[in-house]
């Protein structure tokens, strides 16, 4: 069981990435990434392949940088209505890849991220970031578009927030049943999303492609 909280802002109180690595445990496990590759019949003594355990282990890294936090996220603005009834804010869709903790094997896709302001807003831009926070790290589907609704939450108050992911998974499609095709929807819902069918409704419509 992952014991991960649903929401994680790692850049509160944090100036530096805890994820940091040592050069002598990054070169060990680069030893390591060299012989799982060749175990699995990787020639690693071509020009094109010497370097590819580093590349492999960068390339891993890069795409896990989300456990390191934003600490661009922590601005926000009053409403300029605050208080008031305020319309949809919706964002996407905001492309995304993200690893599958069970696999270690890509998907990728597409989030639409909406909320209702109550007294703060939130820079556009910054919905972006919060989907590639919690994409770029081990993860699921689910769990991420419960963290994405959540830091949303609890970033800028708003009056209810709504969260629709759709992905193309690897571990599907490279393997297993071999479903080329498919594509995995969530939905995810807080505040006045819970209790509005019509704003739902809205939602629904307004990410139609």
């Not at 805890?18 to 019949?41: F, Q, S, V």
């Not at 989907?131 to 993860?139: C, D, E, G, I, N």
């Not at 949303?152 to 080329?180: I, K, N, Y």
Request: hydrophobic share 40%; charged share 25%.
């Amino acid at each position: 069981m992952n014991n991960e909280p649903a929401v994680v802002l790692p850049w509160h109180g944090r100036e530096t990435s805890e994820r940091r690595i040592a050069d002598a445990d990054w070169e060990r496990l680069e030893r390591h990434a060299a012989e799982i590759l060749a175990a699995l019949g990787m020639d690693l003594d071509t020009p094109g392949t010497r370097e590819t355990p580093a590349r492999f282990l960068r390339a891993l890294y890069d795409a896990t940088a989300g456990y390191d936090g934003d600490p661009k996220l922590l601005t926000s603005f009053p409403a300029e209505h605050a208080g008031a009834q305020s319309g949809l804010i919706l964002e996407g869709p905001i492309s995304f890849h993200a690893l599958c903790e069970h696999h270690a094997l890509p998907f990728h896709g597409a989030a639409h991220v909406a909320y209702v302001a109550g007294e703060e807003i939130i820079g556009i831009s910054k919905l972006t970031r919060i989907v590639r926070l919690y994409a770029r790290r081990f993860t699921v589907q689910e769990r991420m578009g419960e963290q994405i609704a959540d830091a949303l939450v609890d970033l800028v108050r708003p009056r209810g927030v709504a969260v629709h992911l759709e992905a193309a998974h690897l571990c599907t499609q490279m393997r297993g049943v071999a479903e080329d095709g498919s594509r995995t929807a969530t939905t995810f819902w807080r505040g006045v999303f819970n209790e509005d069918a019509d704003l739902r409704r809205e939602f629904l419509l307004q990410i139609k492609p």
